[in-house]
């Protein structure tokens, strides 16, 4: 009646498990991250730095009202105070081109909608379609450009000019290698895969029709992440957040289990109860399956802990002693495991008690495999 089995039945199967993720490229840093895994019903992807690369790159600039290159220079003048990779990127154009950096004063970031700064006794506005129409300025002359660039997978950027509209800036990212056959192998598993974006709905479509995700949710606000997992969970979903930024954290934290890139920022790591060091997306596939591994084990220790049990302390405690009795004694070919009397022989107990452990370990060591 020795539980040594039942008390390895878990401790094994996970310890095992959290050193194979360890191989692949994966810190468990929370060990019931692995059960709750197991419970995921949907897997939320932040879109840029998680499913893209997160070099983003300036590919197509429209002037309106001014000429490309003073587009280009107050745009990036604009942006060469911010942290947001597509003000960066736009940054980085300016910068490629040679173009003169002009000073920008009174810069403002409006999270989610784009900036704002002083260039020359002029007012700059970058930003998506909401904070331009926010702004009392008209869009018309670059409806058609804003769709085509948003069909295309890339992010529109409009820039106003003292309340006028001079011209949009174009930025695409490329996705990971092999995110969509992990998409796949996600969907396979039984998984609702959602994309989460601040990106407007054509981009963010765009994007999923590319991966095969059904299910987009677009013009995310950074702090409305949160609120859009806890509305999944409210509709009865197990969700697993992926990101790897600043913004996703509060997310990460809100999701019945958080999965940080590793290439990502500090605060998401920290946020997060798995950490797929590589940032590969193949850690996010493996992750699953290894916590799907990891419990299947522990409900095979568990049968084998209990089978041993069930099966031979009542007859250590004498369950056969009436049949035996009945028929005389225990045959002589039986006395060796039954005794006289129909009772376990106690070497053969301690040998079954043993064992029992023996195949709890054994069964965890398979999952190396």
């Given at each position: ?6 008390g ?78 597509v ?12 173009l ?37 300025i ?16 890339k ?90 930024g ?22 998401a790591m ?15 596939w ?6 799907h ?12 802990a ?7 302390i ?32 106690p070497v ?22």
């Open positions: 009646a020795c539980p040594c089995a039942l390895l039945t878990a401790t094994t199967a996970i310890a095992v498990g959290t050193g194979k993720s360890a191989e692949k490229g994966i810190l468990i840093r929370k060990a019931e991250a692995l059960e709750v895994a197991d419970k995921v019903t949907t897997v939320v992807l932040d879109k840029t730095g998680t499913l893209t690369s997160g070099k983003i790159k300036v590919t197509d600039i429209v002037p309106l009202s001014i000429s490309e290159d003073a587009l280009l220079r107050l745009a990036g003048s604009a942006e060469q105070y911010s942290e947001h990779p003000g960066q990127a736009i940054h980085n154009a300016l910068i490629q081109r040679n003169p950096l002009e000073t920008a004063t009174n810069f403002k970031i409006i999270p989610g909608y784009g900036v704002t700064a002083s260039i020359n006794g002029s007012t700059v506005i970058l930003g998506n379609q909401n904070f331009l129409d926010a702004s009392n008209s869009l018309s002359k670059a409806q058609s450009h804003g769709i085509q660039f948003s069909e295309q997978g992010t529109p950027i409009f820039v106003g000019l003292d309340g006028k509209l001079a011209g949009i800036i174009a930025v695409a990212d490329t996705l990971k290698p092999k995110s969509k056959e992990v998409m796949k192998n996600l969907k396979a598993m039984g998984l609702e895969v959602i994309i989460i974006t601040g990106d407007n709905q054509r981009v963010a479509r765009a994007i999923g029709d590319q991966l095969g995700i059904d299910r987009v949710i677009a013009e995310v606000l950074p702090q409305d992440k949160a609120k859009t997992v806890q509305q999944l969970q409210k509709e009865g979903k197990i969700v697993a957040m992926v990101g790897d600043i913004n996703d954290a509060p997310a990460l934290l809100k999701a019945d289990i958080g999965l940080a890139i590793g290439t990502g920022t500090d605060i920290e946020s997060a109860s798995i950490t797929l060091i590589r940032g590969d997306l193949q850690g996010i493996s992750t699953f399956q290894i916590s591994a990891v419990i299947k084990t522990i409900k095979q220790n568990l049968f084998w209990f089978f041993y049990n069930t099966t031979l009542p007859v250590a405690a004498g369950v056969l002693f009436p049949l035996f009795s009945r028929i005389g004694g225990v045959p002589s070919g039986l006395q060796f495991f039954f005794g006289e009397f129909g009772f376990l022989n053969l107990a301690a040998l079954a008690m043993a064992f029992s452990s023996v195949t709890v370990v054994t069964n965890s060591l398979r999952l190396r495999r």
